[in-house]
């Protein structure tokens, strides 16, 4: 059973970064894809960046490009988020999964000043 | 990118009715890779379908899914008082993502 567990809350001002993580358990990083997704107070579900095992690259959705980035590390198999730059507009609710199936419990981002 | 629009925003049934929801593409979406997920308030989203019609693992057979190309929906064939939440169709065929902007399914 694959576990994915990311860090607490944040609070950032704006023109700050954060850095969110996910831990996986269960299965090794390196055979899972990984993508992140965001869900703002009352709105919808919105796709960040992914990557898809099968294809080995990531992409990032054209709104974040620049100003998102994957990474993760193996050793402790563990996904990293950071979104710089930050504005009210990206508080939200940071979920990392596998890309349909097992999602993270997410991690609450409040931007303000 | 391709824009998922819900139909209705809110649909008002009582525990053992038949709820349909529909979801709507703007561009065609390949491969029927359309995905419904089930969410409840301060949860992650819970998947239900992908590939279009294809129930996930541990998924009640209430809950169908049918379409292709542009025109999906998702079909909860008698409501369980644990099925009143909101609902989420999402294309995953091409980049970047999309999900629709919600169906809630509440008790009438």
């Known amino acids: 059973q694959i576990q994915l567990i990311q860090s607490g809350a944040e609070v950032k001002k704006p023109g700050a970064s954060v850095k969110v993580s996910c831990r996986f358990s269960?299965?090794?990083?390196?055979?899972?894809?990984i993508h992140w997704v965001r869900q703002a107070p009352g709105k919808r579900l919105e796709w960040m960046a992914g990557f898809e095992r099968e294809d080995g690259e990531i992409i990032y959705a054209p709104k974040f490009q620049g100003r998102v980035t994957m990474t993760d590390d193996t050793s402790t198999n563990t996904a990293y988020m950071e979104l710089r730059s930050l504005r009210s507009e990206d508080t939200a609710i940071y979920y990392c999964?596998?890309?349909?199936?097992?999602w993270g419990q997410g991690t609450l981002v409040t931007v303000s000043s | 990118e391709i824009v998922l629009t819900q139909s209705p925003g809110t649909l008002s049934l009582s525990p053992g009715e038949r709820a349909t929801l529909s979801c709507r593409a703007s561009q065609s979406v390949s491969s029927s890779y359309l995905a419904w997920y089930q969410q409840k308030p301060g949860q992650a989203p819970r998947l239900l379908i992908y590939g279009a019609s294809n129930r996930a693992t541990g998924i009640p057979d209430r809950f169908g899914g049918s379409g292709s190309g542009t025109d999906f929906t998702l079909t909860i064939s008698r409501l369980e008082p644990e099925d009143f939440a909101v609902y989420y169709c999402?294309?995953?065929?091409?980049?970047?993502?999309?999900f629709g902007q919600g169906t809630k399914v509440d008790i009438k």
């Open positions: 999402q294309q995953y065929g091409r980049s970047p993502w999309t």
């Open positions: 269960g299965y090794t990083l390196t055979e899972l894809s």
């Open positions: 999964t596998t890309g349909l199936d097992y």
